[in-house]
């Protein structure tokens, strides 16, 4: 399972500490240990995420001390220049709140040079300091639902710009017109940590937002199936990107990882082969060639030429069967691995659809998946499914704000799931204390609550840098439980001994 912790710097922002944290994240990734899966860089801090049964916590942390000796500031970055549209929904309301003009607002946010601390949040996203004291508001309590690509905004004494359509709760002052993200270029980020940029008002076009990355070949070198009709979502995945958090790219990759595995594994595939992840309605697949298949997971069944075909298990299709999905009532995702693994392009050594990061997309009618290596595979091989309870019952581990109140407050009753997609969940049910912090990495399934008090649970497509408090995160083990959660359903959360060892509660 993937664990982590934060490395601490300094308590506010600081320039030097800043350099030295990214002078010893450039000598770590330079000497990587094997089982650490990322760094991710923040204001202060430095995440270190790794993989608990390649190495241990304290392997990880002489690794680290190792190289912390006699650390430089590191090289200084590059000045960039991006012309800014002053345009944004809340310029007007950002000089009502601070008592200056719209005029003064603009002057003061481009005089100044702003260092680039962090990338994260989304591809490319530049996290930057700081602001004129003047202009230093709160995040919203709230954050909206959709920021435009290219928005220039501040929170506090950041600024920074949305490379990409997103959510987001920091004030739109502009609109960048120069882009900082293309998964498209060889270097697909414009900026990067030490960078400094000039903001200067200008006028002229929006730039379009980058196009998708076609991730599936045009022509497989061995065809496989043929989309006959998508489903709702449907998606190639692996085991997601390892080491692209500094760079703000979502993780990716199967969301239910046990789920997925089981199907690799029924038709003697590694862990990580590419496999589809299907959510609540399934295609209409229809082979072109030989081979076998397995499902694994839930929301639906797999039916052979209209006859059902139990899941768990390994079966073979003859050249022109025709494969589909029946619905079922419970669950969200399940998973369909082919012998050989498919065949896909990878972006950042992995086969994952990204669908904000516009890395590769879901299947439409007339695609055609290839098989990357043919291979004999055995049918019949089958596992029992795990349970699917009427109330998830999730345990938690300590996040890096824990505190007793978030903590009872979280344990104190149920909740319900009201929304939710690949970048996380959100729950109804009682107000948990929140907030606002000085903004860094985001752990896959950490608890983030916002100062309006409303708990989201962080999945594999979440921002990777955050600024609001993350009293708990799920244990890595119930992970696959929350992939198969549909809006309505119950969730209940059960204390780790974590917080009681530590004291956070009785």
């Known amino acids: 399972m993937r664990r982590?912790?934060?490395?601490?710097?300094?308590?506010?922002?600081?320039?030097?500490?800043?350099?030295?944290?990214?002078?010893?994240?450039?000598?770590?990734?330079?000497?990587?240990?094997?089982?650490?899966?990322?760094l991710v860089p923040g204001y202060v801090n430095l995440y270190v995420e790794f993989e608990d049964t390649a190495v241990s916590q304290s392997r990880v942390r002489r690794w680290m001390s190792e190289h912390s000796l006699n650390l430089s500031s590191g090289d200084s970055g590059r000045v960039v220049e991006i012309p800014v549209r002053y345009d944004g929904e809340d310029l007007l309301w950002v000089a009502e709140q601070t008592g200056l003009s719209p005029e003064e607002v603009i002057r003061r946010h481009s005089s100044r040079l702003y260092r680039v601390y962090a990338i994260g949040f989304t591809p490319g996203f530049p996290f930057m300091g700081e602001v004129d004291?003047?202009?230093?508001?709160?995040?919203?309590?709230?954050?909206?639902?959709?920021?435009?690509?290219h928005s220039v905004a501040i929170a506090n004494a950041q600024t920074g710009i949305y490379p990409l359509a997103s959510p987001g709760g920091w004030h739109l002052l502009g609109t960048a017109l120069r882009a900082i993200y293309d998964p498209h270029h060889f270097e697909p980020f414009l900026l990067a940590p030490a960078d400094a940029v000039r903001f200067?008002?200008?006028?002229?076009?929006?730039?379009?937002?980058?196009?998708?990355?076609?991730?599936?070949?045009?022509?497989?070198?061995?065809?496989?199936?043929?989309?006959?009709?998508?489903?709702?979502?449907?998606?190639?995945?692996?085991?997601?990107?390892?080491?692209?958090?500094r760079f703000g790219l979502a993780q990716s990759g199967a969301l239910d990882l046990r789920s997925a595995r089981l199907a690799n594994a029924l038709v003697g595939n590694p862990a990580d082969a590419p496999l589809l992840e299907l959510t609540l309605k399934g295609p209409v697949l229809e082979a072109l060639r030989d081979t076998v298949v397995a499902f694994a997971g839930f929301a639906m069944y797999p039916e052979l030429n209209g006859e059902p075909v139990a899941g768990y298990q390994s079966f073979g299709l003859r050249r022109g069967d025709v494969l589909s999905f029946h619905p079922t009532a419970r669950g969200v995702r399940g998973y369909l691995a082919i012998a050989g693994g498919l065949e896909s392009g990878r972006f950042w050594d992995s086969a994952s659809t990204d669908l904000r990061g516009r890395i590769g997309r879901p299947l439409q009618a007339g695609d055609i998946l290839g098989v990357k290596t043919p291979r004999e595979a055995r049918t019949g091989f089958s596992y029992s499914p795990w349970p699917l309870a009427d109330e998830a019952r999730v345990r938690l581990l300590p996040g890096p704000q824990a505190n007793r109140e978030a903590l009872e407050a979280l344990g104190a009753g149920t909740y319900r799931l009201g929304s939710g997609d690949r970048m996380g969940l959100k729950l109804e049910g009682p107000s948990v204390p929140g907030g606002e912090l000085i903004s860094e990495a985001t752990p896959l399934g950490a608890i983030q609550v916002t100062p309006g008090g409303h708990p989201l649970i962080l999945l594999n497509d979440r921002g990777r840098i955050g600024g609001y408090a993350k009293p708990a995160q799920v244990d890595p083990r119930d992970l696959p439980i929350l992939a198969q959660l549909r809006p309505g359903s119950l969730v209940r959360f059960v204390i780790a001994d974590e917080f009681h060892e530590q004291g956070i509660v009785k």
């Open 4 to 38: 982590g912790f934060y490395l601490s710097f300094s308590q506010g922002l600081d320039l030097a500490a800043n350099a030295r944290m990214l002078a010893l994240t450039r000598r770590l990734l330079q000497r990587p240990l094997f089982g650490v899966t990322d």
């Open 133 to 149: 004291p003047a202009l230093h508001l709160p995040r919203r309590l709230v954050p909206r639902k959709h920021v435009p690509a």
């Open 200 to 245: 200067v008002p200008a006028l002229g076009p929006t730039p379009p937002e980058p196009q998708v990355l076609e991730l599936l070949p045009a022509e497989p070198r061995y065809p496989a199936f043929r989309v006959v009709e998508p489903g709702l979502l449907d998606l190639v995945v692996d085991e997601g990107r390892r080491m692209a958090g």
